[in-house]
């Protein structure tokens, strides 16, 4: 079976049409678990499977989400961008945008340029959600919206601010990355119970209205490069502390993206893919 990787901002995945894959198995989550395995498998923080036919009239294509950990998740930004590039490069589409359905509803990406054998994609990411029951987080009672609220963690009391782009966040400030433990934090936080579903985390660094500095903590990954959704959290977390503008770039550990919340209420997110390579995966037996 061919597989694909591609990256985002140094977030990979593997990509895979799910005709190919039920040719191996059909135990996807347990696919995912070894195939994303870094030392026994190809590496990667998710696996992107393509189906074959969306039922969503208004999609082009469609894809499922498995994590590092075999977990199925709605929606990555990054990754939705690695399946956008897969398949203007590997299966020419050449129409001017994609309509990519996702566990998060269907995600508009146009093209906005090429770069060397990259592509930046302006992706529609759809409406937030900030209410707590929404997103979801546990608090009585429920909020409107979840701004500067606290919880024990690791023995200590943290404020954050949470959302969801599909999936769950919950976004913490910083003033110096290196002078907090957010590995150790992020990974209490993504098991609290406060958050039912668990989530993803997200640390910032504000430098200026028109700029933040995020590192990520991601459900059923651990520490990744970037996060699509999660740079939507983190902008939308500066947003809803009244620290930046409606429009900023996200600086991430492997480079910056930029995140608009339009006036309409969507979030529009601009970044990169870029291809890694093509692999062949042997028949799985299930060990």
Not at 20 to 47: K, M, P, Q, S, Y
Not at 269 to 284: F, H, K, L, M, N
Request: proline share 4%; aromatic share 10%.
């Amino acid at each position: 079976m061919y597989f694909y990787k591609f990256q985002a901002l140094g977030n990979d995945f593997l990509i895979v049409r799910e005709k190919e894959l039920l040719e191996v198995t059909n135990d996807f989550e347990g696919f995912a678990r070894r195939i994303c395995d870094r030392h026994f498998g190809a590496g990667a923080d998710g696996l992107e499977v393509l189906l074959e036919r969306s039922p969503i009239a208004e999609a082009d294509f469609e894809v499922r989400l498995f994590n590092a950990d075999g977990g199925e998740t709605p929606i990555s930004g990054n990754g939705t961008r690695c399946v956008a590039a897969y398949l203007l490069l590997i299966e020419k589409w050449d129409k001017p945008e994609l309509r990519i359905a996702t566990g998060a509803g269907v995600k508009i990406l146009r093209l906005v340029k090429t770069s060397g054998n990259g592509f930046q994609f302006e992706s529609e990411m759809g409406l937030p959600h900030l209410k707590s029951d929404e997103i979801p987080v546990l608090l009585s009672p429920p909020l409107e919206r979840v701004v500067r609220q606290t919880i024990e963690v690791n023995g200590g009391a943290v404020e954050f601010t949470s959302v969801s782009m599909g999936n769950p966040h919950c976004s913490i400030f910083v003033d110096d990355f290196a002078r907090c433990d957010w590995r150790a934090l992020g990974a209490g936080i993504e098991t609290h119970k406060a958050f039912p579903e668990r989530t993803n985390v997200e640390f910032i660094r504000v430098i200026n209205r028109g700029e933040i500095e995020a590192r990520f903590w991601e459900r059923g990954v651990g520490e990744t490069l970037a996060s699509g959704t999660g740079a939507c959290a983190s902008a939308l977390a500066s947003m809803l502390n009244g620290l930046t503008e409606r429009k900023v770039r996200v600086i991430t550990a492997a480079g910056s993206l930029a995140v608009e919340w339009r006036e309409d209420g969507t979030v529009v997110q601009t970044g990169e893919a870029y291809p890694v390579y093509r692999g062949v995966w042997p028949v799985y037996r299930g060990k």
